[in-house]
């Protein structure tokens, strides 16, 4: 036992290694100095709405000619980002003062949009060579500055210590560029770290200027408020901007470039562990909570099955020896080898239903596994926008020919006739369902103007690679399964079903169906909690060696609860075990919905109906995925 833990551990050091390394979604962009570095600017987010919306929607300051769009796959517009280009000029190692982009005045409906933003919690993410902007702020608790680098940075903020909590926006940012250069002896840079410091200060020019936008000049009139040749520090503002009807807002930027060890290929390792924020160890703690309770379980169904089996079996050999009138006597009162005749009889509720799930769950189960092992390899990384979302989507449906499969040959295996239906309700149940909650929530996100709304054409090259490639995949797949040879059962199944007597309380179906999910979800939970934080917080989440450790003993531990379970019930001599085979495991999903429903209020959710449909609408979606992985774990491995 000690030596398969260490393995266990050996294999977890090696996947966890690589949670360090990724493949570069880029090649290295090279700089001289003064070379122009692009800034771009992305969709606004509020974990407290999680309706992201356009930056442009806002009163803030355009390029000239107007912004362009700079986001190019699918993933991206599916996952909400929405990249434009900025109205900020950078160049490398080229420090700037006080810089003027613009000045706005606020119309009566532009300061209320910009007030519930604010309220609502709205972050800026702009982009500087791939790399999302970092934030710099004071602690609460230490009032020194300290930087996060996931979700961006606020767009403002309400001053709780006044009554009416009036609201004040960032109109000036300080640019923190870091820069790498790898030959001393070549004049090349290359940007190796970006974070934001916002401001609120109340600019005014000096003698009394106005805002002219017919003058060339404006740009360069100096402010009152700020130091020639001085970086704008907090200590030297002494009025924030305030938010209101016709105030007149000038938004500025300083750049400062700092000169960093860090090398090109390292860039990303601060933003994927926080600054190690969050400590390996509990990672850690989480796989070993999880190896523990496999091993438990391991131990227990091991001895309970080989204890009893072999004390089953004996018995049975005895009878061989017993006359025939004695022998039945003797049956009678034996358990599990009574339905020996009724054991593969197929489910008497929705054989087709039961066929279509098994097919849906396998085609998840291989497809989540994939992607997990790509991104614990580094293929997936947050460095290539929307690639996650993009490995989803192909992957989930290249394994469409092996829900055809697995639910055409198991439907055989039941006597079914209907296998055109079988096979459409294959191909479309799961999907369907996913992708009209995904065409509701786009048009309403539509109505509300957010970015998170896919446009028109995204949505059809969407329906189009499930029409034109899942579909038909599932349909190959069905003529490989039908082609088969059934499955063949050891025993053969009797015409008339046995009938089944009344269980024990603790042997009814139901108890072990709501039961059964508590033992997979304590091997889970502690991991759970950052993909939660990951999906709903705008949180990176790269430690994928965990995940995919945690995933393996999730299966394991569905497995063996299973057998367990429905060795108990064939005791019971209560033969229809194959839709208990795939409830039982499946209600971890239940108590991960539940969990989710515990841990929404982390969020602190906005009053917005809609926050709560997508959350929910979405939560209930994946939890239907997770009942279909470990439902089809359950079922094959007892079946097997």
């Known amino acids: 036992m000690m030596s398969s833990i260490t393995k266990w551990l050996a294999l977890s050091s090696l996947l966890v290694s690589a949670n360090a390394f990724y493949i570069p979604g880029v090649q290295p962009q090279e700089f001289k100095e003064g070379d122009k ?15 992201p919306k356009d930056y442009y929607r806002l009163p803030f300051c355009s390029p000239t000619g107007g912004p362009k769009m700079a986001s190019e796959n699918l993933g991206e517009f599916l996952t909400g980002n929405k990249i434009q280009s900025s109205a900020y000029d950078l160049n490398m190692k080229t420090e700037m003062y006080c810089k003027i982009v613009c000045q706005q005045q606020l119309s009566k409906v532009e300061a209320a949009k910009l007030r519930l933003h604010i309220k609502y919690g709205y972050h800026n993410n702009w982009i500087i060579d791939n790399l999302p902007s970092a934030s710099v702020g004071i602690s609460a608790t230490t009032n020194e500055k300290q930087t996060h680098y996931a979700g961006g940075f606020p767009i403002g903020f309400l001053d709780s210590r006044d009554r009416d909590k009036k609201a004040y926006i960032f109109n000036h940012v300080n640019i923190i560029l870091k820069y790498h250069q790898r030959d001393p002896a070549v004049e090349s840079y290359r940007v190796v770290g970006f974070s934001v410091e916002p401001m609120s200060i109340k600019h005014e020019f000096q003698g ?10 404006r740009f360069t009139k100096p402010l009152s408020t700020c130091t020639p040749g001085t970086h704008m520090d907090r200590d030297r503002i002494f009025a924030n901007q305030v938010v209101s009807n016709d105030e007149k807002i000038i938004f500025t930027y300083d750049v400062l470039w700092e000169e960093s060890d860090v090398a090109w290929s390292s860039r990303w390792d601060i933003y994927l562990n926080e600054n190690d924020l969050v400590p390996a160890q509990v990672h850690w703690y989480s796989i070993t909570n999880s190896i523990l309770v496999v091993v438990f379980l391991s131990m227990l169904v091991i001895s309970i099955l080989v204890r009893n089996l072999r004390r089953d079996i004996e018995a049975y050999n005895a ?35 039961y066929c279509v799930c098994i097919g849906g769950g396998v085609q998840m189960l291989v497809c ?9 390899v580094g293929f997936l990384n947050p460095a290539r926008r929307g690639s996650l979302m993009n490995a989803i989507l192909v992957f989930y449906m290249l394994c469409g020919i092996i829900n055809g499969y697995v639910s055409s040959k198991l439907y055989k295996s039941f006597k079914g006739r209907l296998w055109q239906l079988c096979t459409v309700l294959s191909a479309l149940a799961f999907p369907g369902v996913a992708f009209t909650l995904f065409l509701i929530f786009n048009i309403i996100l539509w109505f509300m103007k957010s970015s998170a709304s896919a446009p028109f054409l995204d949505v059809m090259i969407l329906a189009a690679m499930w029409c034109c490639v899942s579909i038909p995949l599932v349909f190959l797949g069905a003529y490989f399964g039908y082609k088969q040879e059934s499955i063949e059962f050891p025993t053969v199944t009797s015409t008339i079903a046995r009938a089944i007597p009344p269980p024990p309380l603790l042997l009814q179906p139901w108890v072990g169906i709501i039961t059964a999910g508590i033992v997979p979800f304590a091997a889970a939970y502690v991991e759970l909690f950052f993909i939660m934080t990951s999906l709903w917080m705008d949180q990176y989440y790269y430690v994928f060696g965990f995940t995919l450790i945690v995933y393996i003993i999730l299966i394991v531990t569905c497995a063996e609860v299973t057998i367990l379970l429905v060795y108990y019930q064939l005791c019971a001599e209560n033969h229809r075990w194959w839709w208990f085979a795939f409830l039982a495991p499946g209600s971890t999903a239940l108590y991960t919905f539940i969990y989710s429903i515990v841990w929404f209020r982390s969020l602190e959710a906005s009053n917005m109906f809609m926050t709560y449909m997508l959350y929910f609408g979405y939560m209930a979606l994946i939890c239907g995925g997770m009942m279909l992985v470990t439902g089809t774990v359950g079922a094959l491995t007892s079946l097997w």
């Open 319 to 353: 009878l061989a020896v017993l006359a025939d009138e004695e022998e039945d006597e003797d049956i009678d009162e034996t358990g599990w080898k009574l339905v020996h005749a009724d054991v593969f009889r197929p489910p008497e509720t929705y054989p087709m239903l």
């Open 368 to 376: 989540t596994f994939f992607v997990i092992v790509l991104s614990a």
């Open 208 to 217: 009394g200027y106005q805002w002219d936008e017919d003058d060339e000049t």
């Open 37 to 51: 570095v692009e800034m771009k600017v992305n969709s606004m987010t509020s974990y407290h709405t999680q309706i």
